[in-house]
């Protein structure tokens, strides 16, 4: 396909994974509250992950072993 480059990351690189954002932005989000069941949990995971109902501060920077990412 044109116009496609790969770039490989190194084995363990979570600064570089969107992913680690996302996940960062709903354990935030989840943190100190209860659930009755894990049925509870997984319905509110899947409003946050699959219906919109998470809100990502994608120009904050977040921490990973002690290197800094900034997100664009």
């Known amino acids: 396909?044109?116009?496609i480059?790969?770039?490989?990351?190194p084995e363990?690189?979570?600064d570089?994974?969107?992913?680690?954002l996302v996940w960062?932005?709903?354990?935030?989000y989840i943190a100190g509250r209860l659930?009755?069941?894990i049925e509870?949990?997984?319905?509110?995971?899947?409003q946050l992950l699959n219906e919109g109902g998470l809100i990502i501060k994608w120009g904050r920077k977040i921490k990973n072993k002690g290197n800094a990412v900034i997100t664009i």
């Open 1 to 3: 396909m044109p116009n």
């Open 5 to 9: 480059h790969l770039e490989y990351l």
């Open 12 to 14: 363990y690189s979570p």
């Open 16 to 20: 570089y994974n969107l992913i680690e």
């Open 24 to 28: 960062h932005s709903a354990k935030e």
């Open 35 to 37: 659930f009755k069941s």
């Open 40 to 46: 509870e949990l997984e319905f509110l995971l899947h």
